[in-house]
């Protein structure tokens, strides 16, 4: 079991599952919504378990996609794909989790559209898109 919180602990979760399919996004809008990149786990939507979702808010920063964040603390927390009958997953930014991981990054997404700021020389995986 992992579980996992925001920053007040308005919003706390569990998650059944193994940690797998990690990955840092480097798109402009996870740079936005994070202040940096995000690293985020994909768990299985019937793993996952979530009190407080009354403090949830969600910006549909797409026709696609969906992002939680606490409204109380503004904590980065979930990206839900919308179609899920293609997508049976929620992502969860890795920071929030509370307890061990026992995961690592896997892979850099839309490293096209990262930070100037910045490198990436972990030598990890770096997909444009």
Same mark, same amino acid.
């Given at each position: 079991?992992?579980? $996992?919180?925001?920053?007040?602990? *308005? !919003?706390?979760?569990? !998650?059944?599952?193994?940690?797998?399919?990690? #990955? *840092?996004? &480097?798109?402009?809008?996870?740079?936005?919504?994070?202040?940096?990149?995000? *690293?985020?786990? +994909? !768990?299985p939507?019937?793993?996952?378990?979530?009190h407080?979702?009354? %403090?949830?808010?969600?910006? &549909?920063?797409? #026709?696609? !996609?969906?992002?939680?964040?606490c409204?109380?603390? $503004?904590?980065?927390?979930?990206? #839900?794909?919308? #179609?899920?009958?293609?997508h049976?997953?929620?992502?969860?930014?890795?920071?929030?989790?509370?307890?061990? @991981? +026992? @995961? @690592?990054?896997?892979? &850099?997404?839309?490293? *096209? +559209?990262? $930070?100037?700021? %910045?490198?990436?020389?972990?030598?990890?995986p770096?997909?444009?898109?």
């Open positions: 079991m992992h579980k $996992g919180s925001c920053l007040c602990s *308005a !919003v706390k979760f569990e !998650v059944s599952s193994s940690l797998e399919a990690t #990955d *840092a996004c &480097h798109c402009k809008q996870c740079r936005k919504w994070t202040g940096h990149f995000l *690293a985020s786990v +994909e !768990v939507r019937d793993s996952l378990l979530i407080g979702s009354e %403090y949830i808010s969600w910006h &549909h920063s797409s #026709d696609k !996609v969906r992002r939680g964040f409204s109380k603390c $503004g904590s980065s927390l979930f990206f #839900d794909p919308l #179609d899920t009958t293609k049976n997953w929620t992502g969860i930014a890795l920071g929030s989790f509370d307890t061990p @991981t +026992e @995961t @690592t990054l896997g892979q &850099h997404i839309f490293v *096209a +559209e990262k $930070g100037d700021y %910045y490198e990436i020389d972990d030598g990890l770096q997909n444009e898109h």
